[in-house]
């Protein structure tokens, strides 16, 4: 009797949403679990993502069900487990990006294996959000995006680049070979390091090994494109500091992150359990304290809603190699996976988060900046 009353209360919270559990429509719920309605009840976003790693529930469009369930504002209703109260809590309490720390946060997504990313990603392994102006297909985007950011910063052959958290070195190869720039790149993630100088080959590009918060250069322009959000909002300020004093007077620094509308301090939890452990998407207000008397902003671009076709060109490509990458994985890392493609790329449908270009400069341009788009 009592679980019929948590199924009664979740089946009504759903609909709400227009999802109906097991209906006929591909974002509906298929339960196969009847323990799913106390574990989502109690332990919020965690457990939904959880159970579905366990087989609990499947969807035949969990990037439909994620969006009409956030455009409802369900998420708003979740409770929290003892799991993530205590994360919430370290959270406010410790600097989970500190240095040692960060590199193991950072290992743990991206040194599990560049095949899986070769496979999932475009051409170049851009791991960020494309550019989908006049592009269809995610090579295209990914070029768009990458020639955006040269563009913006005004790239001109010869200047020296300095891109915090360089991934596999896409912006870095890409600039240096389209517009004749020299790039540092750093990431403390050793399987980037050891594919990106691989790929980089031949081009004046250092990959290095290295934290941010130990470079100390000066570089004609500097780029960091989906960094910050592992950065932490106990080091924003250090991120930013690291960005200003590695940049000459009158060069440009250009912040590609994932943005969300209201400050937080600690992650969704099951994104910060099993996909970017310590992670945080910032807020403007969040950056922007951290860049006071620091930077101007020059230009402000959101481009949000171009990461749900980038996701979802993530999740075909990843699905459709499942077969040559499921001997290094198991089932429920693909059911893993899938849930954090798919319901990223819901969230970002539903306009939950952003995506923003932010051009800084160390003193103003006089005259001021024309936006490039």
Not at 39 to 66: H, K, N, P, Q
Not at 71 to 85: C, M, S
Request: hydrophobic residues 40%; aromatic residues 12%; glycine residues 8%.
């Amino acid at each position: 009797m009592k679980n019929k009353g948590l199924q009664q209360q979740v089946t009504d919270l759903l609909a709400t949403a227009d999802v109906h559990v097991n209906g006929p429509n591909p974002w509906d719920l298929q339960i196969h679990d009847n323990r799913f309605y106390k574990r989502v009840l109690s332990e919020g976003t965690l457990g939904l993502g959880e159970s579905y790693m366990d087989g609990w529930w499947d969807c035949d469009s969990i990037d439909g069900f994620a969006f009409r369930v956030i455009r409802a504002d369900l998420y708003k209703q979740a409770r929290f487990g003892w799991r993530t109260v205590l994360q919430m809590l370290l959270a406010k309490v410790w600097n989970m990006q500190k240095k040692g720390m960060a590199t193991r946060n950072v290992q743990r997504h991206y040194d599990i294996g560049n095949k899986l990313y070769q496979l999932m990603l475009d051409k170049r392994m851009a791991y960020s959000c494309g550019y989908w102006k006049g592009a269809d297909n995610l090579d295209m985007a990914q070029e768009n995006k990458l020639d955006l950011i040269c563009r913006k910063i005004g790239l001109q052959a010869g200047q020296r680049v300095l891109d915090i958290g360089c991934g596999w070195g896409s912006f870095a190869k890409f600039a240096a070979e389209r517009y004749g720039a020299t790039v540092v790149g750093v990431t403390v993630s050793r399987e980037q390091v050891e594919l990106g100088r691989k790929l980089c080959q031949g081009l004046p590009v250092e990959i290095r090994m290295q934290d941010y918060r130990d470079v100390n250069e000066q570089f004609d322009h500097v780029v960091s494109v989906g960094m910050v959000e592992h950065v932490g909002y106990r080091n924003h300020r250090a991120f930013m500091k690291t960005a200003a004093r590695c940049l000459k007077p009158d060069g440009l620094f250009l912040l590609h992150t994932i943005g969300h509308p209201f400050s937080k301090t600690s992650a969704d939890p099951f994104t910060d359990t099993y996909i970017f452990p310590n992670c945080l998407i910032p807020s403007l207000k969040q950056l922007g304290a951290a860049m006071e008397h620091l930077f101007v902003l020059e230009d402000l671009h959101n481009f949000g809603p171009y990461y749900d076709p980038t996701l979802m060109a993530w999740y075909e490509n990843f699905n459709r190699h499942w077969d040559e990458l499921k001997d290094g994985y198991d089932e429920r890392f693909y059911r893993m996976w899938r849930y954090y493609l798919l319901s990223s790329a819901g969230s970002f449908r539903a306009r939950n988060n952003q995506l923003w270009q932010l051009v800084l400069s160390r003193k103003g341009i006089l005259g001021g900046y024309e936006a490039v788009r």
